[in-house]
Each structure stands twice: as C-alpha cells, then as structure tokens.
C-alpha cells in the first residue's frame, strides 16, 4: 500500500501537467467520432430483451401487406366535410401531401372506392367502381356510401362525418429489410456461440451497412415530417389539423431525446455553477469539479460513438445523471479538502491533497461501487433500453471515480486554492439542527420511521403497470393532440393484430386439392364433419370468423376492428343486401377486382401461410384499457368459447410488444431492488466487518427506496419505462450517504469515545458533504420537469423526493439506530 500512495504522488500530486496531457490525448481520441453520436427511437429500443413478438409483428406485416410506417393527418373543417369549399381544400391538401418525394401513396376518403352506383352488383363491381376524384359524385350521395361501408367508418371517417384522414403512405425500401434479417441472422449465431470466424466480418460489414441506411432513411424520414408540417401550417386557417402515426411520434421521440440532452444538460451545468459559487465562493472549486463533470460525458459520449451505441428515450438522461454523480463526488472531496486546510492553514498544499485523496478514497470508492451496483442492477431487467441505460451509467460512474482520483488532484496542484477566510461554522447549522432533534426527538424519528414504513408497504401493494402511451406526452403537444384525435374519431391508436392460423391438414387430405372432399364445396349444408378443404374460402370457415370478429367488435377497449368479415358484409351490401352463399363465396378471389385485392383480402387473408388476420384499434385513451386483462380475455374466448385451439391463436402488433414490455416492469424492479440491497449488504459487511453496522446501514435506504414507490402508489402513478429505474438508482445513490456517515462517525467514535459527540462531529463535518452534495442531486434531478416526456418528469421528481427522503433518514433515523445499538462497541471509561 505504500508503494502505491508513494507512486500515487510522484505522478499525479508531483507531476499534475504529464497527467493531464495524456488526459487531454484521450479526450482527443474520444472526440474523434462525435459526428456519429445517433439517437433511436424505434420499435426495437422499446420492447423486452429477446422479445419474439418483434420479430412476428414484422413476419405478419409481410405476410399481409400491411405496415405502421405511414403518417396520419386528421382534417377538420369548420364547416361542413361535404361541401365543395371543404372537398376542395382537402384534395388541394391531399395533393400537396403526395407530391412530397418519400410519399409512396395516399389514401383518402377523395381516392377510395365508394360502391354506391344502382348498378354495381357483384357482376359490375369492376365497371361500376366510383371514386370522388375520378367520377362526378353528389357530395350527399358520398357522404351516405362512406357511412355505410362497413370499412371506412372509424378509419377514414368519423362516425358524425365531421373529421377525415388522409394517410400518406412512407415505405421502407426492401433493403432495409433484407440487411435487418441478415443482420439478425448473424447475431443469432452469435448468441448460440456458432458463427464461425469467417463470418464475423460478414456481421460487421453488414451491421455497418444496415446503420449508415437506417440513418439515411431517418433524416429523410425527419425532412418528410418537416415538409408535411410546413404544408400543414399553410391549410391551419382552413381547417383544423392534426399529425399522427408512427414515423411522426418517432422522430418527435428522438426530437425529445435531443432537446432533454441539450436542456438537462445545460441546465444542470448553470444550476452547478451557481451552486458551486455560492457554496465555495473561490473560482478553483468551480472550475475544477465543472472541468470533471464535463471530462466523464465526454468521455462516456466518446465511448458510445466508437461503438455505435444509440441514446434512447430512457439513456437520454445519462448527460445530466453523470454530470450530477460527478459533481457529488467532487463536492466530498471539496469538502475533506477545506477541512484539513482550515485544521492545518500553514500546510502545502500537496500534503493536504494527499490527505484528502488518503482519507477518501475508501468511502468514495464502497460509494462509486455501491452505485454502480444499483444501476449495474438495471442490466437484468429485460428491457432493451434499461439494460443499455445501466451499462452506459456502470461505465460513466467508472470513469467518474477515476477522474474524482486523478483529474481532480492533478488540477488542484496545478492551481490550489488559498485557505478559505470563511468562518469555521461556516454551513454546519443546518445539520446541526438535525444532531439536536434526533438527540432530543430519537424516540420521535423511530415512531415517524415505522409509520412511513407501513405507509410504503401498503402504497406498493397498489402499485400497477397498466398505463397508456398517450399519457406520456403533454397535453399540448403534437403527439398528444394528433392521438386523441386519432382516439376520439377515427377508431383508435394502438394496433393489435390477432392471427387464426387454419386447422391442420389430416394426412388424408388428398394433395393439395382444396375441394378434395366428399362434400360439395358449393353447398352450404356441409357440416363441421366434412373433409377438411385447404382454403379459408368455406362456409364453416367463414362463419366462424366472423364469430371472431363479432367477439373483437364488442370490446370496448376496441375502437375498429378490420377483418375478411368487412370485406364479406361489403359484398353482401353490394349484393342487394344477401349474404354470398357457398359458392359466391368460394369464388370471391377471382370474383373481385385485382386493384380491390390490396385493399379487400390480402391484408386479412394469406392462403399460402394459411392464416387470418383481425385488425384492430384500440383506444388508447379510454381510462378503463388494461392491456393484460384484454389480450387474456381475447385469448380465452376464442379456444374456451369458439374451440381454436392454443396455437391456432396469436396475438401480435405494437399493443403486444408494448404489454410485455409492462408486465415485465414489476418483476423487474422486484429483481433489480434484490439484487442492489444483496450487493450493498454484502459491501457493507465488508466495509464495516459488522453484521449490526450492515444491518444499520441498511434501514436508511430501505425507507428511500419504499418511499418512493409507496407515493407512485398512493398517487395511482403506474410503474413505466422510467420509473422502474428510480428505487433502484435511489439506494445507489442515498447509500453514499449512508457509507459516509458510518465511515465518518467511526473515525470520530475512536477520536472521542462517546456515541452522542460522535454524532454531532459527524453532523458538522461528513453532514455537510452530505447536505451539498443531496441539494446538488435533488435540485439536478428536478430539471427534469423540464422535458415534454412525462416519465422523465416523473423520473425527475420522484427521484428528488427520495434522495430527500435519503438524506433526512441519514441525519436522523440512522444516528439514532446507531445510538441505540452502538455498533462502535462501549463508550470509553472516562
């Protein structure tokens, strides 16, 4: 060990200028790649780790033409829809809109087959087809053929006709796909230990590829939204308008991301000016710590651009939690620092450094360590963009600890400050008056201490994880606005699809025939017994899912629902009003006109994969959606009430990759929470070699961590992305103090010999770190309020009201538990 302190101050103490020349190379190395930092936003950063719904979610878009990747703009005119003036700045509009050179196409109630003419019978339908663009329509007589589709209602067009939509359709190119697929398909191997060294350059090559084109196709999907806003902004006193769909709430995410980053970041580095001024009031202890706030995300944001790793929604915050983290450990050393230089003024500056690096360096280490713990804890949740979050923090807390330990010192030698002239009191009454209470208040603060307990645990028992993305954003925002529009009046935001595969063939089944059977297939007499026939295009079949849409229809949750059955029920009406029997039936995929297919059967049907398809919208808004409970309701009904058997029925989409993202949260936080207090109970152990002392130190962090969650109970806020972090960060953090606290009050403990001097040393000394350092975390974490993502306001608040609660309980309930059980041994016989 004296080797080390002695080759510790030959290089960083006497040599502070090579130490920070060959930092500034690294800083210089990191900086390299800056151009390349990348923001994501996209499915795959919010769903579970390994999730396969991503994957079926992607094989059922493909299978039946359908895609997420089109933006919706709602039109509401003052006036009537179905007036001249209206339909003509909504085609004006919708023209612009298809002008735009990512637009692939539209549709719109102004291009949409009406199926009104008297003529149109299921012979005519290919001669009889209008359009309001092409044929010369009653705007009364459109209006009347698009509420009686059973299609375009709740999609196209409110059910009051009053608002419409015109989707403008934004394909992704087939490459993209195709490196997407290879790109997994490599990795698989990867993850099995099978890819073979030939092909690892392969996996790079093309996961290369794949992200300098994501990156192409998101700044061009950027400029595209950009457009579509700009045009939009010139119709506003027309009509009144909203954006949605999934590529504009992406980019709006990522424009979050960039803003919080930019903000937080900002914010935080004024708010640690300020606060680094009016604390210390000498220029060096502003500089130095804002020189090492600033080196650690540098560093860390260098390391992400090497690597090619995306900030998310929930990484986003990693610029001011480091920048904050940082600054606490600065601030202890600050601290001891003054301490030793106001005991001993006359000193060198040096052998006060190397005091102060002596007598921290353990404390600060069990807190980096602890820390690094609970965010490291966040890497066995499961969800993609938590586990990245906590390797970003286990990384940038590394690094912060090494720069608390070199960087910090080797600027201090270069530029030491004088001793302070402030008075030796200086900043002690507040904890001060925390030594008083729970010396005159001990049984008080134990009494207190129980009661909030009971209170966290009956607060977590309603904690839940059922809450709507809408709720994410603010009212006044695009997003907001566009989905409760969207909600309200065009049947719903949140895409489900729900998949029938076709029973099985039996190894009777005469080739590939789908009429091999001893049935006619154009009588509808057949029964359930008949021979089995390979086409969905049977009577059986058909009434049978149409039992399944009925069932999916009269869910409340669900604002529309789109099937092969809308498409029959369009063809009855088009048929005088008579449902098609089995032979009409039989024959409605040659019956119907090729450019209807795209639109009528292959998004619900695939004869090839033998599956149906029921596209659903639910309304994300409605305060009763309880995502879980509906897809196990759905599920239910169709193999206990309708006979599907369990792997004839899957459930896929956005709706679905989103839940299991949910119902993991509560597992999740219940692990990671086991896994920081496991890991802090053994460090305590090994830090104090004290079961009793462990056991102390352990309470104090218990009461933030349920503090936390106990609130988000009561005050009925569900468990999402963000918060699921906060109690683990929260005993990361609030054990700093603790381990401080301890650690302090042991040194004073042989110094003094009586528990209750101990404490109150401990208070005026290690509680001051204590109190800048909390204020520092609470005020840093509130400047999160400032983002128009509400979880990170909750995430923001949440974690300052624990850290809060953190630091009262180190001041009172863990002195008092120390006094009460004298974990230092006797007092010393006087």
């Known amino acids: ?80 829809l179905f007036t001249e003036s209206a339909i003509s700045t909504l085609r004006n509009l919708r023209n612009d809109l298809a002008e735009l050179e990512a637009a692939g196409s539209t549709n719109s109630i102004l291009s949409v087959p009406l199926l009104h003419s008297p003529q149109l019978t299921l012979d005519t339908v290919d001669t009889e087809l209008k359009t309001l663009d092409e044929d010369d329509v009653p705007l009364d007589t459109a209006r009347q053929a698009l509420l009686d589709n059973p299609l375009y209602p709740n999609l196209l067009i409110s059910e009051d006709a009053k608002t419409t939509a015109i989707q403008v359709n934004l394909p992704t190119p087939d490459k993209y796909f195709e490196l997407l697929y290879e790109r997994n398909r490599l990795q698989e191997k990867v993850d099995r230990g099978d890819l073979p060294e030939s092909e690892r350059q392969e996996l790079e090559t093309v996961d290369t590829r794949f992200i300098e084109l994501k990156e192409r196709l998101t700044e061009r999907q950027d400029e595209t939204i950009a457009q579509v806003r700009d045009i939009l902004d010139q119709y506003q006193d027309s009509a009144e308008l909203h954006l949605g769909g999934v590529p504009m709430i992406v980019a709006d995410m990522i424009s979050f991301i960039e803003s919080d980053l930019s903000t937080f970041g900002i914010g935080v580095l004024l708010f640690m000016l300020v606060t680094l001024a009016v604390i210390f009031r000498q220029w060096q202890w502003v500089v130095v710590p804002l020189l090492c706030c600033l080196f650690t995300v540098w560093l860390v944001t260098g390391y992400l651009t090497w690597t090619n790793w995306p900030v998310t929604v929930i990484s986003s915050n990693y610029v001011s939690l480091l920048l904050i983290m940082t600054l606490s450990l600065t601030i202890h050393l600050i601290v001891r620092y003054r301490e030793f230089q106001h005991e001993s003024p006359e000193a060198e500056p040096g052998d006060i450094l190397m005091n102060t690096v002596r007598t921290m360096v353990r404390p600060c280490f069990y807190m980096a360590v602890t820390t690094i713990v609970a965010f490291g804890s966040l890497t066995f949740s499961g969800i993609r963009p938590v586990i990245d979050f906590g390797w970003m923090m286990t990384l940038g807390l590394a690094l912060a600890f090494i720069i608390a330990f070199v960087v910090f010192p080797a600027l201090i030698s270069l530029m030491p400050p004088p001793a302070s002239n402030l008075p030796a009191d200086e900043g002690r009454a507040f904890t001060r008056i925390f030594a008083s209470l729970t010396e005159r208040f001990g049984s008080s603060v134990l009494v207190v201490s129980l009661i909030l307990a009971v209170l966290c645990v009956v607060g977590i028992s309603r904690l839940s994880v059922e809450n709507s993305f809408i709720d994410y954003f603010k009212s006044d925002t695009e997003i907001y606005q566009g989905m409760i529009t969207i909600d309200n009046k065009l049947g719903g935001t949140s895409p489900l699809d729900v998949i029938i595969n076709d029973e099985s063939p039996p190894e009777s089944a005469a080739g590939d025939d789908p009429f091999a059977s001893d049935c006619d297939p154009f009588v509808d007499e057949c029964g359930e017994e008949s021979d089995y026939r390979d086409t969905w295009f049977t009577y059986q079949k058909m009434q049978k899912l149409e039992q399944v849409h009925d069932y999916l229809d009269s869910l409340p949750e669900v604002g529309k629902t789109l099937s092969i059955t809308t498409t029959l029920r369009l063809l009855a009406q088009i048929n005088e009003g008579e449902p098609l029997n089995a032979l009409e039936l039989a024959f409605v995929p040659s019956a119907l006109p090729t450019d209807l297919h795209d639109i009528l059967l292959t998004p619900y049907i695939s004869e090839q994969h033998d599956q149906a398809r029921f596209s659903l919208r639910l309304m994300d808004s409605s305060p009763d959606l309880k995502r879980d409970e509906l897809l196990g309701r759905i599920r239910e009904h169709l193999v206990t009430d309708l006979g599907y058997e369990e792997d004839q029925v899957m459930l896929t989409g956005m709706t679905v990759m989103y839940n299991n993202m949910l119902q993991s949260l509560f597992d999740s936080q219940i692990k990671t929470l086991g896994l920081v207090f496991l890991a802090i109970s053994i460090m305590f152990l090994v830090l104090f070699r004290s079961f009793k002392l462990a056991l102390i130190g352990i309470a104090p962090n218990l009461l933030a961590a349920g503090s936390v969650l106990g609130l988000m109970g009561w005050l009925g806020i569900p468990l999402d992305l963000m918060t699921i972090t906060v109690a683990a960060i929260t005993v990361g953090i609030a054990v700093d ?94």
Do not use: C, W
């Open 737 to 830: 103090d603790t381990i401080h606290y301890i650690h302090r009050f042991g040194e004073e403990f042989k110094r003094s010999g009586r528990y209750l001097q101990s404490m109150h040393a401990s208070h005026q000394s290690i509680g001051r770190a204590m109190f800048y350092t909390s204020l520092t975390i609470i005020m840093g974490f509130s400047i999160l309020a400032l983002s128009n993502f509400i979880p990170t306001i909750y995430f923001g608040l949440f974690t300052g009201f624990a850290m809060l609660t953190a630091l009262l309980a180190a001041l009172t309930l863990l002195p008092k538990l120390i006094l009460m059980f004298k974990p230092f041994g006797p007092e010393r016989a006087d």
């Open 1 to 80: 060990m004296t080797t080390l302190v002695s080759m510790y101050r030959r290089i960083v103490i006497a040599r502070p200028a090579f130490v920070l020349i060959g930092f500034g190379l690294l800083l210089v190395l990191a900086s390299l790649r800056l151009d390349q930092f990348r923001l994501d936003a996209s499915a795959e950063s919010l769903v579970l780790e390994g999730d396969k719904a991503l994957e079926q979610y992607r094989t059922v878009n493909r299978r039946f033409t359908a895609s997420d990747d089109f933006l919706v703009v709602t039109y509401t005119p003052a006036g009537d």
